[in-house]
């Protein structure tokens, strides 16, 4: 029984983290300079950590923008 409530438990909060939206990129881009600083991208995703957001920085230019955002959005 114990097991089960945990499972439950684990289901509805990955539930919770999957259900949560994402601001748009507009929205994340606090500044609007056109792409998001490593500050604009963890308020955007909290649920990511640097490392992850550092990641999807994929041409490397210390920069999140749109379509890299989109990845991480949707990854
Ligand atoms: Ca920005
Ligand atoms: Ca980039």
Do not use: C, H
């Not at 308020?43 to 923008?65: K, M, Q, R, S, Y």
């Amino acid at each position: 029984m114990t097991r089960l409530i945990a499972a439950l438990s684990l289901a509805l909060f990955a539930g919770t983290a999957f259900a949560q939206t994402a601001p748009s990129f507009e929205q994340a881009d606090a500044d609007a300079s056109g792409s998001l600083s490593l500050e604009e991208a963890k308020v955007a995703l909290p649920t990511l950590d640097e490392a992850a957001i550092v990641a999807g920085d994929a041409n490397n230019d210390g920069a999140i923008d749109a379509d890299e955002y989109a990845l991480l959005v949707g990854g």
